[in-house]
């Protein structure tokens, strides 16, 4: 395994802090709408599993899987590796993600699941990265927001390694 020199970015706290302000704030968009949380595996699993135990509205949890990385660049082609078991028609759907990084792939899967005509899709995204993106992906409920670098730790990876840290850290490149 490659060694990485992680740099820390948002510590165990400030990310529980978030996490609590982003679920609040879910708690009252969505009151009495029983939303589908749509975990987009893998990187998403940590933070949803933080988000939803801080929920306090009814929801059905369910898991979606879908990758465009290889090692630290977005390859562009989307990899739909496991789909809802859920149907989604006529209910709202919130996928949660740990990065909008190019955001090509989230823009890709919202394309996708709007065609079996939810009532409303939104993003709850651990991190989103600053920048402009060619194409439109509203992020409703982000965490933080980050410059352009590669970050590691609660749930990124590095080619599967770092997923376990407790805080979110950026790698400086070689």
Do not use: C
Not at 15 to 30: F, G, P, T
Not at 141 to 159: E, Q
Not at 160 to 167: D, I, K
């Amino acid at each position: 395994m490659e060694k990485l020199d992680v740099h820390k970015l948002f510590s165990q706290k400030q990310i529980e802090k978030r996490v609590e302000e982003v679920a609040a704030q879910i708690d009252k968009d969505y009151k009495d709408l029983n939303p589908i949380i749509a975990v987009v595996l893998k990187g998403g699993f940590i933070f949803a599993s933080d988000l939803v135990r801080k929920m306090e509205i009814p929801f059905t949890l369910d898991f979606l899987g879908a990758s465009s990385y290889v090692g630290t660049e977005s390859s562009g082609d989307i990899k739909i590796t496991k789909d809802l078991n859920t149907p989604i028609i006529d209910r709202h759907l919130i996928l949660v993600e740990d990065i909008v990084d190019t955001g090509l792939t989230l823009f890709k899967l919202v394309k996708l699941l709007k065609q079996r005509d939810p009532k409303s899709v939104s993003i709850s995204a651990m991190l989103v990265k600053d920048f402009e993106r060619p194409f439109d992906l509203k992020v409703a409920y982000p965490g933080f927001w980050i410059p352009n670098k590669f970050v590691v730790g609660y749930g990124l990876d590095y080619n599967e390694q770092y997923r376990g840290l407790t805080y979110i850290g950026y790698v400086e490149p070689e």
